[in-house]
Every structure is written in C-alpha cells, then in structure tokens.
C-alpha cells in the first residue's frame, strides 16, 4: 500500500478540485493512503462535504500557499511551510512514497531537488510527458524544468525516460528521438549537435534528429527536447486538439443538420483518446522519489489519474534502473548526484 | 507588372512539381513575369511537357544545386552559381522584383541576408508564418531563420511582423504576443525576460506573454519567439492537423457507417481551411527585397500561392514601412543595416 502525498493548494482551481479528485481516487483505489497536505482549516470542510467517501484521507497541515507568480527560490526558501514543501518533505522523511502536485512547477522542481536530491550521476531533473500519437504513446522530455539545459542534461533525460517508457508503457527497446529543426545531422544549434553525437555514442536505441510534424506518426517512444520547447510543444498541441474538434463539430452541423446527431458520439470518443487529463500527471525524472506534476487547470479527473500513476511508479524500481541506465550510457557525471 | 525569381532546384520533390506550380500560377496570374532559375537542361524539357501553358515562363541557368545538407556557408561560398545564389542575384542586381524558394532555408535566408543585405537598423532577418486561429490569421515569427537570437532580434521581428500583419492582413492595430513557458512576467529565460521589458517600454500594441494553448484562439496577430521554438511549433501545428482529420474520419466512419458519406464533405472543407499550402510561402522579413520561403515538400499549389503572395508584396510598400516601425519602436540599431 502506497502512500501519496497529495499538494492540496496549489491548482489554480483551489482546493476544492483537488479534494474532489482525492475523493474520486480513494473510492477508486481504496489500498492507496492519501495524505492531503495544506491549509487544514480549508481542507477539513472540503472534505466533510463528501461524508463517509472522504473516511480514510488523511490532513496535513502547512500554513502557506505558493502562487503562480512566487518564483522557485521565493517559494523555498520564503515558505518554507508551503502545502509543497510540505508535501515534499514527507517524502523525504519516510513519511510517504510519492508526491503529486499541480502546483507552481518551477517550486514544485525546486523544492523536489532541494529536499530529496538527486540521483547518482544525475545533473538535473526533467519533467516527462506522455503524448498519444496514431500509434500508442510517446514520452517528451523535457517539458519546462529546465530551460538551460546543458548536453548531458539532455542525454540523461534520454536514458531515464528510456526506462519509464520500459516500465510503464512495456516498450521493449524504446527508439529515442531528438527534437531537432531539421533531419539532417549538422542542423540545430550547438546544443542539439552535441546530444547528437553524444547520444549516437551510447547504448541507447538512437534514431536520430525529428522535425515537429514527426511527432505524431508514433516513430519514437521517448523524444528529448529543451524545457523550452517542450512546454511549447505540449501545450500547442493542447491546445490545438479542442481547437480543431470545434472545428469539426461546427462544419459537421453545417453539412449534417441536427439529424446526424451520431456524430457528438464520434468526437467524444476522440476527446477522450485525445484527453491529457487520462493520462494524469507528468513524472518529474532524476530526482531520489516519486514526484507527479499536473497541470495548474487539472480537473478532478486529471488528479485522480495522477495519484493512480504515482501509485504505479511507487511499486517499481524505476529510480534505481534510471540510476543504472544513466551509468550504463555513460553519462553520469563524477562523483555524487548534486543540484550544481 | 512585378518580376519573381523561381529557385526550382531546391524542392524536395524535385523540379518537376516547382515547374507545375509555375505554369498554374502563369495561367492564373499571366501579368506576373515569371523566372525559373536552375539547370536549364532539366528545365527546359519539363516546361516543353505543358507546352503553350508554358509559354512566356523564362529560364535562367544556374549550374550547381544546394542540398538539404548543404550548410548555410557551404552554400553561398561554395556554391556561387546555385539556384539559390542566381535567383537572389537576380533581385539584388534589380533584374526581378522577388524570390521564391522552397530550398534549404539556411542557405535561402544566408544567400539574402548576404547578397540584398538588411533593412537599415535591423540587424538578423527572421522567417513569418501565417497561422489560421479560430478567428484570423496569426503571424508567428521567426520560426527557423534564427536560433542564436538577441532580444533587439526578436523586438525588431515584432515590429516587422505588426506591418506585415497590417498591411497584408488588414488588421489596424496588431496585437503582439510573446510566447513563453509562463503567463507571469517573470517566466521563462532571460531572453524572453528581457523582450518583454522591450515590448512592454515600445510603441508597439504588446499585449504580454502567452502559453501555447493560447495560439489558437485568436487573440494575437503577431507571435513573437526564437527560431528554434517557433519551426517546432509550426512543425507540430502542421503534423497535428493530418493525424486528428485522420483519426476524426475513422471513429466517425465507425459510428455512423459509410451511409453518413456526407462528414466527408466537411473533413475535407476543413482541411483546405487548415491547409497550409493556401498560404503559400512564408515572408523572410528584415533583408531589403522580397523573399518568399516555401516547404522543401510543398506541391504545386503552395508554389502557386507563394508566387501570388510574392507578387502581393512587390506591391507594397512593406520594406519602408517595416524600416519606419523598427524605427519608431526604438529597435533599430545606430548605423547602418548590418549582418554583423
């Protein structure tokens, strides 16, 4: 039975969708211990309101709320008894397996590396998205944590969302991309030539450059990218998603007329393949624990998937086979993991 | 009557499809003077095949071809009589109004920055995009000119784009966006940081930072970002479209069987309104003449557009105005336009 500590106050929906979602997953997933941590005085009524189906969710108390515009290091070393740090450091002191957080991300990072290290070897951590494409799922790393990143930043990403998209999504030997702007091996910056030819190097099942329009056609498993352009990547096509169904709603009516009403089935069938709240949240790779990032905007649902996915990376040895893999590549740096 | 000069090498499909484009654009817009540049023993016979249609299209020998890996100083040093290098030459020496290339940018946008050089205060061209939203046009720039970009570079793009989105888009008073990572101020990397106080200070309608699922709805007319960022946004935009149409059409085949022929009308209507190839070619905006960029794997029709859009430029006063606003703005550099 895991234990998730679950970072009330940080949506921007506030609490109350956060309690929901917790309440959604206890009755889903009753073997789970959940562990709401924020302002009690707020948490408490929430989760009154859904009587004997709140029975069993734990509180705990932190005094102060980061918002979205605290930066990282205010959010640290400022309030240092945040619904995150608090969240967090239960983690770090044994006190749960996992942390899931929809959260300011930049404190969220910050305080996960500061609190719970990293891994051996490992320089940085990087959030890991999962993205369907026509043909199952790929993995993008990096989508913000770091925006930068150095070359064995990215090249660590590779070998340890390797490993992710191994033991959660059972790839056998997950093809590796990098986001490049062009094919050919001399195009991008100096910063993707040199992943390039490092990762070319290595172990990993390299498959070379990838131009944005690759993404969707399910040839990679895992696609390293800069902080940057991966939280633009990730919430263009978020947002591109709902923006086209419209489209498609709007032009079926027109050509259709109410009477073909079977085609509200069709979209809401898509809009579910499509739906990034299924998928839960984003790991949160390199860093010694478990840690779940969502979107600031999640719904219930989104949570409640978060909390499944955190429960499933609690029951494997994923932290211990990144460490290995990062190794095995080659790129792990001298000496102990660090945040320098 | 303006004069533009074809780069037909550089396609990824080969001449045959630039020769394609051209004929259709001559038979559309026979006032417009129309130039293929490349080998003229390949040329010449392809152009032979449409006969009549042909007639009036001139050829302009240029012996060697640029190839996609071809580096940008390869190119233009090493390949002094490529397609490329002749058809900039040709605007440059006031021998055509335009040029139209669909061939490895880096060498397209190398070739004119060197040989038309740049607006005077301007100091790197950058490439702009027309995206359709839900409601417009919004002009994304630069999206692979430049991935080494300064803040005067992408402050300078803004106010280009606003008179491009003015005087081609008709839209009075263009609204800028910068996209970054964050809605807060604060976000992102010092590069965008440090736009942002640019824009916030200048003359320019800048209406702050946006998050990727903003690009959608419309409420930008300029987008402003690094190169690297907005070719895999474009990339992405342009991947995700086919896939969603793809999967839209066979869940509602599914659902409604093939009696409910009539959704294919309405696929396919979206799919010209989301075609890129519409658009034709994207504007290089900074150099001082008018280059017109198209896909390596654009077909005829985008040739088509590109020349019409080319032609739409010649007639305008886009350079001087864009000059005056960089100006206006507080961007332009002391001294004259310069590469360096």
Chains 1, 2 share one sequence.
Not at 2 to 17: H, L, Q, T, V, Y
Not at 225 to 244: I, T, Y
Not at 299 to 310: P, V
Request: include cysteine; charged fraction near 20%; aromatic fraction near 6%.
């Amino acid at each position: 039975m895991s234990r998730i500590a679950i970072d009330a106050m940080g949506g921007d929906k506030g609490p109350r969708e956060v309690v929901l979602g917790t309440v959604q997953a206890h009755e889903k997933y009753p073997d789970i211990e959940l562990i709401l941590v924020g302002r009690a005085e707020e948490l408490e009524p929430l989760l009154a309101e859904h009587g004997d189906k709140a029975k069993g969710i734990k509180v705990v108390h932190a005094s102060e709320v980061v918002s979205m515009e605290d930066s990282p290091m205010d959010a640290i070393r400022g309030k240092k008894d945040s619904s995150v740090n608090r969240s967090v450091n239960l983690v770090a002191t044994g006190q749960a397996d996992a942390i899931m957080s929809p959260g300011n991300t930049g404190a969220v990072v910050a305080s996960a590396t500061f609190q719970l290290r990293l891994l051996k070897g490992v320089r940085r951590p990087g959030i890991a998205v999962s993205i369907p494409t026509s043909r199952g799922v790929t993995m993008v790393i990096d989508v913000g944590a770091n925006v930068y990143p150095k070359p064995e930043h990215l090249c660590q990403y590779a070998a340890m969302a390797g490993v992710y998209s191994h033991l959660i999504w059972n790839v056998e030997k997950p093809r590796v991309g990098l986001l490049n702007i062009g094919s050919e091996n001399a195009k991008g910056t100096g910063l993707v030539r040199q992943v390039h030819e490092q990762l070319s190097r290595s172990n990993l099942n390299f498959v070379g450059n990838l131009e944005g329009y690759d993404l969707w056609d399910g040839n990679y498993d895992v696609i390293v990218c800069e902080g940057f352009v991966g939280n633009v990547l990730l919430k263009v096509s978020e947002g591109l998603w709902p923006a086209l169904l419209k489209q498609v709603s709007k032009s079926l009516k027109k050509h259709m007329g109410e009477s073909a009403g079977e085609w509200t089935k069709a979209i809401s069938e898509l809009l579910t393949r499509y739906d990034y709240a299924e998928y839960g949240g984003a790991p949160l790779l390199g860093v010694n624990g478990i840690c779940i990032i969502c979107h600031g905007s999640s719904e219930a649902k989104a949570f409640m998937n978060a909390i499944r996915l955190a429960n499933d990376c609690v029951g494997m040895a994923l932290n211990k086979c990144m460490q290995e893999a990062v190794h095995a590549a080659g790129f792990d740096q001298a000496g102990e993991g660090s945040t320098a």
